[in-house]
């Protein structure tokens, strides 16, 4: 229950994400993402570069796949001050 709980609250976010011009700090962390959720997250961080300081991930199993898409979009995200990855299960 918690989990798909955490997973609507994902959703909801990542619909905030796109549509939100002035977001400051998006914390996600032990939300229980995985790669493909990271993958989302990076679509929607390289169509919106509206999150303006901090994206909180730690906690969660992003693994290599996932963490590689996040670095992706971030290349084309220049707004984006701080990405915290930590406990993420990434080599």
């Known amino acids: 229950m918690v989990l798909r709980e955490r997973k609507a609250a994902f ?3 990542l619909k905030a994400l796109r549509t939100n011009s002035t977001a400051g700090v998006l914390d996600l962390s032990h939300a229980g993402l995985n790669a493909e959720d ?3 997250l990076a679509e929607a961080l ?3 570069k509206s999150l303006r300081t ?3 991930l730690a906690h969660n199993q992003l693994g290599d ?3 590689q898409a996040l670095c ?3 290349k084309v995200n220049d707004i984006l001050r701080q990405v ?3 406990h993420n299960n990434i080599r």
């Open 11 to 13: 959703a909801e976010a």
């Open 54 to 56: 901090s994206l909180i």
């Open 38 to 40: 990271a993958k989302s």
């Open 65 to 67: 796949d996932g963490t």
């Open 46 to 48: 390289r169509d919106n």
């Open 84 to 86: 915290d990855l930590c």
């Open 72 to 74: 992706e979009a971030l």
